[in-house]
């Protein structure tokens, strides 16, 4: 491999989309619209659509290109851990998963990492998904040089849901 001098991403580089592969874009379309909220903002036919939070152009691309009536991928295969979708406030999340329980969808964990509360699931293809809300950065735990100290503990989900009437 070439040697290259020292780089750093830019500090206000963001992540713009991420694109699954899915085998029945409704059943997506169904999940990531009907039950999280996203809207659509452009379909390819019956085999792709692009769908977003807030009228970006799109926060998702969901495809069945490759994978139309396919079997989820392995769980012990290399590939996507999970998509994490961050919630504004506490409440906002909150809100999600008060409408989760309203319909019984299993989460598959929930933690409070210090720098953010999140929940855990899986959609339709069981490609994880995470929601979560970041706390503001002056209260991220740190360790005694400074440096940051995440961890995981468990999340307390009624004092999650007591933030929505």
């Known amino acids: 491999m070439v040697s290259l001098p020292h780089y750093n991403i830019p500090a206000k580089t963001r992540i713009g989309h991420v694109h699954l592969k899915v085998a029945n874009l409704q059943r997506s379309l169904d999940f990531y619209c009907g ?7 452009m379909t390819y036919g019956q085999e792709a659509a ?3 939070a807030g009228g970006y152009h799109h926060h998702i691309g969901l495809n069945t290109w490759h994978s139309k009536g396919a079997a989820p991928a392995p ?3 290399p590939g996507l851990f999970h998509t994490a979708i961050v ?3 506490r409440k906002e999340l909150a809100t999600i998963l008060k ?3 309203t319909i019984d969808y299993p989460l598959t964990g929930a933690a409070d990492h210090g720098v953010s509360e999140a929940l855990y699931l899986n ?3 069981e490609n994880g998904v995470e929601l979560y809300w970041d706390r503001p950065q ?3 735990p740190q360790k ?3 440096t940051l100290d995440m961890y995981t503990k468990s999340l307390d989900l009624n004092s999650l849901l007591a933030e929505v009437p």
């Open 50 to 52: 692009f769908i977003s």
């Open 75 to 77: 769980k012990q295969a």
């Open 99 to 101: 409408r989760l329980q």
């Open 35 to 41: 039950i999280l909220g996203f809207e659509v903002t």
């Open 123 to 125: 959609d339709p293809d």
């Open 138 to 140: 002056k209260e991220w």
């Open 87 to 89: 919630y504004p406030t």
């Open 144 to 146: 005694p040089d400074g």
